[in-house]
């Protein structure tokens, strides 16, 4: 950023590049990823996670939102989002400003477990949970690297979210056959 100030910043992140444990069936990323001569970039370095706060941090006025997306940004794992959301607070109280902060992810759901939700609860992530609609729907397009359905996955991780009140919304492709 060339220091320039903003009231309102957003940031689209892609913390583990292309990296995914899914074989979705229509999804062009996959191929994408397999013509580029790097096909994936790999987890984000603390690094560069670093230097991506510290600019945003500078440049928001009033607020920052900090999505993430994929492939699948889960496999950055949890303690690159703990480091990040702690170099985040710290940031904003070096600046001596009172700045909202928004979090939000995109995820198929597969990994997480409770540690990584009471995580999403704690730092009020709004978290966009991908599930195709019923069973054999999910299943026929959603399928994990070995060929196997996610819906039952999927199905378990909106219950965890459910109990534990994580804030979060379903995301479905529509599909001639979801339609």
Do not use: W
């Not at 359905?149 to 999927?154: E, L, M, Q, S, V």
């Amino acid at each position: 950023m060339d220091g320039t100030k903003t009231p309102h910043l957003s940031l689209l992140i892609k913390p583990a590049s292309s990296l995914c444990g899914l074989r979705c069936g229509y999804c062009f990323y996959h191929a994408l990823a397999d013509s580029r001569d790097t096909g994936s970039y790999g987890i984000m370095t603390k690094e560069t996670a670093a230097i991506l706060i510290d600019a945003a941090v500078a440049a928001a006025l009033k607020s920052v939102t900090f999505a993430f997306q994929g492939g699948e940004p889960s496999l950055a794992g949890l303690d690159y989002f703990e480091y990040f959301t702690d170099r985040v607070n710290k940031k904003i109280a070096e600046t001596g400003r009172k700045i909202a902060v928004n979090y939000a992810i995109q995820t198929n759901g597969i990994d997480i477990d409770e540690s990584f939700a009471l995580f999403f609860k704690k730092n009020n992530f709004l978290v966009g949970l991908s599930l195709d609609g019923y069973k054999e729907i999910n299943d026929y397009f959603r399928v994990d690297s070995r060929g196997g359905g996610t819906h039952g996955k999927i199905i378990k991780t909106a219950r965890l979210f459910d109990k534990l009140k994580v804030d979060y919304n379903i995301l479905t492709v529509v599909s001639a056959q979801a339609a």
